[in-house]
């Protein structure tokens, strides 16, 4: 019933920045934590960062410094600010939600990924 649906990525050179967002929709009573996922090819998912509702943030070793995760609760908004970007972070991002809706029924949804690629 929630779909989660994320937008932003593309071709970047090695330095660049992209903001992804990722935005839920469906009727939604709360948001617990949002996050960011991706994976290169022949490669696992990995977990990039994380963010709470209540704001508390942690990040993937790899990106720390460089990604920044934010939300806006209003919209039902996860944002993932990408600076500094290497080629080893070109991978397809997914973003992922749980919480509830208004029937205090819980969900835990995935996007459909979207494509970053950073290359000269």
């Known amino acids: 019933q929630v779909q989660l649906v994320e937008s932003g990525g593309g071709l970047v050179q090695p330095g660049g920045s992209l903001r992804l967002s990722c935005a839920a929709s469906?009727?939604?009573?709360?948001?617990?934590?949002m996050d960011w996922y991706r994976q290169a090819p022949r490669k696992e998912r990995e977990l990039v960062a994380i963010?709470?509702?209540?704001?508390?943030?942690n990040y993937a070793d790899s990106v720390q410094g460089r990604f920044t995760i934010s939300r806006d609760n209003a919209k039902n908004t996860v944002y993932l600010q990408m600076n500094s970007l290497k080629p080893e972070d070109t991978a397809v991002y997914y973003c992922h939600a749980d919480g509830s809706d208004w029937g205090l029924k819980s969900f835990d949804s995935w996007g459909q990924g979207t494509q970053v690629t950073v290359s000269s």
């Open positions: 469906g009727i939604i009573y709360s948001i617990n934590t």
């Open positions: 963010i709470t509702s209540g704001g508390i943030t």
